[in-house]
């Protein structure tokens, strides 16, 4: 508790470690039963300058309710938790989501080796100091720009923003104006859906309507229309039903292939 207590005190002084530079939130999801630990976690992630969006669980079981693919960019997991452990949430999570980093916490490194057959990538031994904490910010925070690569530019209350293709769930054309939903907030521009769907590359982004595009990387179900991982839906024409879900199993296999494929 007293290390807890000098790191709040340097946070309310100013005084850091350097910083990473990044102006998206990162969105972590922080998974500690034990409240002293998942506190300093908290205080770490604060003192690395990093911005942050943090949500704090007890249990896996409390996660796993609420997980849904790119809904975090990374996960924080207590190795040793109750009924469903880290490594069991880890593997829930990876049935779902092979994109998102995970990075452990633990006080002994026998599941070092379980742990990276799910692909984490860091493990921070306790008591988790601040280094460590940036470090596997900072990773995260690479591997999130990496992944998003290209983003889309447009120009909103008169400011250009850029917004990574992979946080874009879907657009929509309302009165007059073109919504574009990202799971953090929602961005009105004047341009055009027609102007959208030339920036918005296929197969991946699929006008299914003439007032929707879906990225069909956050389609969470299919029904007679598109339900999206926000739980929005994305609307498909009835006279193109066939072909647009077509399309989209279409799109599925191929990204099933490509992710089987030997790397």
């Known amino acids: 508790m007293d290390r807890l207590v000098k790191l709040m005190t340097l946070q309310e002084s100013g005084d850091s470690m350097g910083s990473i530079s990044t102006s998206t939130p990162l969105r972590i999801a922080l998974c500690e039963d034990t409240q002293v630990d998942a506190e300093l976690l908290q205080a770490l992630v604060n003192l690395s300058d990093v911005p942050t969006e943090v949500e704090a669980f007890g249990t896996g079981e409390a996660l796993m309710d609420i997980y849904k693919k790119g809904k975090y ?16 949430t880890a593997e829930k999570i990876r049935e779902v989501d092979t994109n998102v980093v995970i990075v452990f916490t633990t006080t002994s490194e026998d599941f070092t080796r379980e742990g990276y057959r799910l692909n984490a990538y860091k493990y921070l031994t306790k008591p988790v100091n601040l280094d460590d904490v940036k470090d596997a910010l900072g990773l995260a925070v690479m591997v999130r720009d990496r992944a998003a690569g290209a983003s889309l530019a447009i120009v909103t209350d008169n400011v250009p923003v850029f917004i990574p293709l992979n946080d874009i769930i879907f657009v929509e054309s309302s009165n007059r104006k073109s919504l574009i939903y990202t799971f953090d907030k929602t961005y009105a521009t004047t341009m055009t859906i027609d102007s959208l769907e030339k920036l918005l590359p296929p197969p991946r982004f699929l006008r299914s309507h003439r007032s929707y595009i879906a990225n069909l990387d956050h389609v969470d179900d299919v029904d007679e229309d598109f339900i999206m991982d926000n739980g929005e839906i994305a609307y498909i024409a ?7 879900k077509n399309l989209y199993d279409e799109y599925l296999f191929n990204s099933i292939r490509d992710n089987e494929k030997p790397g």
């Open 73 to 88: 960019d990374l996960v924080i997991l207590d190795v040793f938790m109750g009924e469903l452990t880290g490594i069991q």
């Open 238 to 244: 009835v006279k193109n039903r066939r072909k647009i």
